[in-house]
């Protein structure tokens, strides 16, 4: 057998009678047959291999030209495209239609949104939605794994500001041990590792007025100062500067001893029966004169008012003036912050 030629202006082969059997060509091919049919049972257009209609079929088209493939599809071609839709104002879908879950991913066609779900239905329990802007919005928070999220891409300039202070309870983020285990640190872990020692307050107070002690027994200079602690768990640096002078009509020697005080309880002394702050010689008239300068570190335990003070007294019978020629004493008290 050889070609067979239709000609003419409307050529048509019809194959069948309108009855109910299958009609098909088949292609007898040296290793392969492959056939076009119709499959009458089922009004199913058919392409399958073999030759036998129904068995191994490729693609399917019902009558409602709903096409079914029961292969790969590949398409080929420099720059390949699959449309789905015909510009009409209707939701186009993909749907994977699994053993125990579907999922889709289609066109919302009444918000003009991409979306890819659960389920088979368009537009119900959505995981992923991306409008005409490009904005995704996520049904869920997105788990990304460890490491993935560079430090260039968090942007945090458009961050609300907090609008008060930092306080212990504070959350920061952090590299554990440079890991790249990411953990949350409390701001007052932080600032135990950056050791405190930060100044909260200073104050300072000066006073002129010449005080005289000609006892043995211990009196106030006359200068105090008094500061209030933000918390009882700070350190108070104080700094007297005490200019004072010590008279003796004769004699060998002109000693005195002090003691610091916060209110009532000493916090340093130096004891005047065996001083040897001051100045020795013969018998004879004695004057000395110097610049007391102490520094005292305080543990207070309190945020009540403290008041700091230097007492002094004579070793042996004299007289000593704190605020001597009314010079001024200066006394300066730092809060520090504890660690």
Excluded: W
């Amino acid at each position: 057998m050889g070609t067979i030629e239709i000609d003419g202006s409307t050529p048509k082969l019809t194959i069948g009678n309108a009855t109910a059997e299958d009609a098909t060509i088949l292609f007898d091919g040296n290793a392969q047959d492959f056939y076009i049919a119709l499959d009458d049972s089922a009004d199913d257009l058919l392409i399958g291999l073999g030759s036998t209609v129904g068995t191994t079929p490729a693609i399917s088209i019902d009558e409602n030209l709903a096409i079914k493939t029961y292969g790969d599809i590949t398409m080929t071609g420099t720059t390949p495209t699959l449309t789905i839709g015909d510009a009409g104002a209707e939701d186009t879908a993909i749907v994977f239609d699994g053993n125990a879950q579907d999922y889709y991913v289609g066109l919302d066609d009444s918000a003009d949104t991409l979306v890819l779900g659960l389920g088979s239905t368009l537009g119900t329990t959505p995981a992923i939605t991306i409008n005409s802007s490009q904005v995704a919005t996520f049904a869920q928070a997105p788990v990304f794994p460890d490491g993935s999220i560079a430090v260039a891409d968090l942007d945090i300039d458009g961050a609300t500001d907090v609008g008060a202070a930092i306080v212990d309870a504070d959350l920061f983020i952090m590299d554990d041990g440079a890991g790249g285990t990411n953990r949350k640190v409390t701001a007052s872990r932080i600032k135990t590792y950056t050791g405190g020692g930060k100044i909260k307050q200073v104050v300072g107070s000066s006073y002129t007025t010449a005080n005289a002690n000609s006892g043995t027994s211990y009196a106030d200079s006359g200068a105090t100062l008094d500061i209030t602690p933000t918390t009882n768990t700070n350190k108070i640096l104080v700094h007297f500067s005490i200019p004072i002078s010590l008279y003796r009509s004769s004699g060998s020697s002109c000693r005195y001893g002090y003691k610091v005080l916060r209110e009532s309880t000493v916090i340093a002394t130096g004891a005047a029966t065996t001083s040897d702050y001051g100045m020795l010689g013969s018998s004879a008239e004695m004057v000395f004169g110097t610049v007391f300068n102490y520094t005292v570190y305080d543990e207070p335990d309190s945020t009540s008012e403290q008041t700091y003070k230097v007492q002094f007294a004579n070793n042996e019978s004299g007289s000593l003036t704190a605020q001597s020629g009314s010079n001024s004493t200066n006394i300066t008290a730092l809060e520090v912050e504890s660690t």
